[in-house]
């Protein structure tokens, strides 16, 4: 085990190595996982039926939203501006229509195709639900009605969102994003020993002696992929051990993913750095590579986003299926779920891995 354990002490002590694999990695996520995801529903309440029950119904929306002060002629301009994201109108006569059990209608404003709107109607539909339940057990009497809904009040549940869900699985899919990005590039700093090895003839010295192309080769790769596997491992362990980042059932499924995705950045380092003149030449190639990869992966933003053309040709990038397959796991899947994604990176390392040796077969020769 001479080249790995050598190949090894190359990388470990190689200080720019390390703060690509690791540090630089690292302070990255960190960086734009801190950043707040959250901008905190700007609700606008408007009660023009002014009873006691649209009070109550007010100081309930108050409890559990941010609430800015728009008036009813003002409603427009404040979504607009963003002064407010959802406008609520509890409108003339709407208790008296409720108490007579007519289903009477809030009236909503928001700026059309958003989802901000989705919370609020979840707690005023809840609340009237139970309004008027209350209403037709007093029998639509407003006196009973009143004496109800005080019992109501004093024993609802209100309701807890779970925003931060959502929150938590877009800075996981980020911090995930730029893992593979990062893993991209360590694919070359660590296969780019071969191009290096290449470059001041050492590779030729080996070959001289009694020593295999398969034994040089097989020790290297394995080398690689160890180095690879303890950057999934650290990383994601600090990530989820050190900031509680999500990553879905179980961290564990999260790692097994990108072990599959390391054995891929290996294999295509090895082309890369097999067919690369010197290593200046494999690192500025990847550097190249990366960013059309981890885009069209959907590293940085959903797939979706983009034209179906990208979309089909992101379909053929091993990046596409990583980030499949995280997406995946953040929703609850486990590995069961994710066995696609496996099997096609595995396909793409097999491919990878067959183009990247055939040539330095041909150099033992």
């Given at each position: 085990m001479t080249f790995f354990k050598?190949?090894?002490?190359?990388?470990?002590?190689?200080?720019?190595?390390?703060?690509?694999?690791?540090?630089?990695?690292?302070?990255?996520?960190?960086?734009?996982?801190?950043?707040?995801?959250?901008?905190?529903?700007?609700?606008?309440?408007?009660?023009?039926?002014?009873?006691?029950?649209?009070?109550?119904?007010?100081?309930?929306?108050?409890?559990?939203?941010?609430?800015?002060?728009?008036?009813?002629?003002?409603?427009?301009?404040?979504?607009?501006?963003?002064?407010?994201?959802?406008?609520?109108?509890?409108?003339?006569?709407?208790?008296?229509?409720?108490?007579?059990?007519?289903?009477?209608?809030?009236?909503?404003?928001?700026?059309?195709?958003?989802?901000?709107?989705?919370?609020?109607?979840?707690?005023?539909?809840?609340?009237?639900?139970?309004?008027?339940?209350?209403?037709?057990?007093?029998?639509?009497n407003e006196a009973l009605f009143y004496q109800g809904m005080k019992v109501f009040s004093e024993g609802q549940l209100f309701m807890s969102f779970t925003v931060n869900d959502d929150i938590s699985r877009n800075k996981s899919t980020t911090a995930m994003g730029f893992l593979v990005q990062f893993m991209l590039y360590m694919s070359v700093m660590t296969t780019g020993i071969i191009a290096e090895d290449r470059q001041n003839k050492t590779i030729f010295r080996i070959f001289s002696g009694p020593v295999s192309m398969k034994r040089y080769m097989a020790e290297s790769l394995l080398s690689f992929m160890m180095i690879a596997a303890l950057q999934v491992i650290a990383i994601i362990g600090l990530l989820h051990f050190g900031v509680n980042l999500y990553f879905g059932n179980s961290v564990l499924n999260m790692i097994v993913l990108f072990l599959f995705f390391a054995v891929v950045?290996?294999?295509?380092?090895?082309?890369?750095?097999?067919?690369?003149?010197?290593?200046?030449?494999?690192?500025?190639?990847?550097?190249?590579?990366?960013?059309?990869?981890?885009?069209?992966?959907?590293?940085?933003?959903?797939?979706?986003?983009?034209?179906?053309?990208?979309?089909?040709?992101?379909?053929?990038l091993p990046t596409s299926w990583v980030m499949s397959g995280v997406q995946k796991l953040l929703y609850g899947g486990d590995l069961s779920s994710i066995t696609q994604e496996l099997m096609i990176l595995t396909a793409f390392a097999g491919v990878f891995f067959l183009v990247g040796t055939m040539r330095r077969a041909d150099v033992a020769k």
């Amino acid at each position: 085990m001479t080249f790995f354990k050598t190949n090894m002490q190359r990388i470990l002590t190689s200080k720019v190595r390390m703060l690509i694999i690791l540090v630089v990695p690292l302070l990255f996520i960190l960086i734009f996982t801190s950043l707040d995801y959250e901008k905190p529903l700007q609700l606008a309440v408007i009660d023009a039926d002014q009873t006691p029950f649209t009070r109550e119904l007010a100081q309930s929306l108050e409890e559990n939203f941010r609430i800015v002060d728009v008036a009813e002629d003002e409603i427009v301009p404040a979504l607009i501006e963003g002064e407010a994201d959802y406008v609520v109108v509890l409108p003339d006569g709407f208790t008296q229509e409720l108490v007579r059990g007519e289903s009477p209608q809030v009236e909503g404003y928001s700026i059309s195709g958003t989802n901000m709107a989705l919370p609020v109607e979840a707690f005023i539909n809840s609340y009237l639900d139970g309004a008027n339940d209350v209403a037709e057990t007093a029998n639509y009497n407003e006196a009973l009605f009143y004496q109800g809904m005080k019992v109501f009040s004093e024993g609802q549940l209100f309701m807890s969102f779970t925003v931060n869900d959502d929150i938590s699985r877009n800075k996981s899919t980020t911090a995930m994003g730029f893992l593979v990005q990062f893993m991209l590039y360590m694919s070359v700093m660590t296969t780019g020993i071969i191009a290096e090895d290449r470059q001041n003839k050492t590779i030729f010295r080996i070959f001289s002696g009694p020593v295999s192309m398969k034994r040089y080769m097989a020790e290297s790769l394995l080398s690689f992929m160890m180095i690879a596997a303890l950057q999934v491992i650290a990383i994601i362990g600090l990530l989820h051990f050190g900031v509680n980042l999500y990553f879905g059932n179980s961290v564990l499924n999260m790692i097994v993913l990108f072990l599959f995705f390391a054995v891929v950045t290996v294999a295509l380092g090895m082309i890369i750095s097999n067919y690369a003149k010197t290593p200046v030449h494999a690192y500025v190639t990847i550097l190249l590579l990366t960013t059309p990869l981890v885009m069209l992966g959907g590293s940085y933003w959903p797939r979706d986003y983009m034209p179906d053309i990208l979309v089909s040709i992101g379909n053929f990038l091993p990046t596409s299926w990583v980030m499949s397959g995280v997406q995946k796991l953040l929703y609850g899947g486990d590995l069961s779920s994710i066995t696609q994604e496996l099997m096609i990176l595995t396909a793409f390392a097999g491919v990878f891995f067959l183009v990247g040796t055939m040539r330095r077969a041909d150099v033992a020769k």
